[in-house]
């Protein structure tokens, strides 16, 4: 029933719409150790992970942006209520490429709702932009210059040798 323009201009349509809902609910991950594997895996996926003492490691698999914001940080938190015994939840900042002020304003938002929980936050492996971005909001200045690490590994050998203070 539609030309050809109109079925094309359709079906673009149709697929930006999908690719803004599957961006908006990005995969997740929560993150531990394998036996016999290096790095951190979605303990999900890995029968026997082990998640790291007193540690939520976090994967949100997608820049963090006005529209999926709300959703990561409904995520965060039910991860850290679902995580009573953590004193520190690290966020992998490797998958979160952009940032604008929305997220920026978002990360603050949870990092102060977790520190009402008894809970820190860090980010480990965050992208040169993003962090740019954190640097420019002053997110960066809340959260502190010591809640960036390059990688992921840093942010966890680092917390797991802090001493207790919970």
Same mark, same amino acid.
């Given at each position: 029933?539609? +030309?050809?323009?109109q079925g094309i201009g359709l079906a673009i +349509?149709?697929?930006m719409l999908v690719l803004l809902i599957r961006s908006s609910r990005p995969g997740e991950a929560v993150l531990g150790r394998v036996e +016999?594997?290096?790095?951190?895996?979605?303990?999900a996926l890995h029968e026997g992970a082990s998640l790291v003492p007193g540690l939520v490691?976090? !994967?949100?698999s997608a820049s963090v942006i006005f529209y999926n914001a709300p959703y990561f940080k409904r995520r965060v938190l039910a991860i850290a209520h679902?995580?009573?015994s953590? !004193?520190?939840?690290?966020i992998d900042g490797a998958p979160i490429l952009h940032l604008d002020s929305t997220g920026a304003d978002t990360i603050v938002e949870v990092k102060n709702e977790l520190a009402a929980l008894g809970i820190g936050l860090v980010f480990g492996g965050v992208a040169p932009q993003a962090r740019r971005m954190l640097e420019r909001s002053g997110a960066l200045t809340v959260l502190g210059e010591d809640a960036i690490f390059p990688t992921l590994r840093l942010a966890v050998a680092a917390h797991e040798s802090a001493p207790a203070t919970r």
């Open positions: 029933t539609l +030309g050809a323009l +349509g149709l697929a +016999g594997l290096q790095g951190f895996h979605d303990v490691l976090y !994967r949100f679902a995580n009573p953590a !004193r520190m939840l690290i």
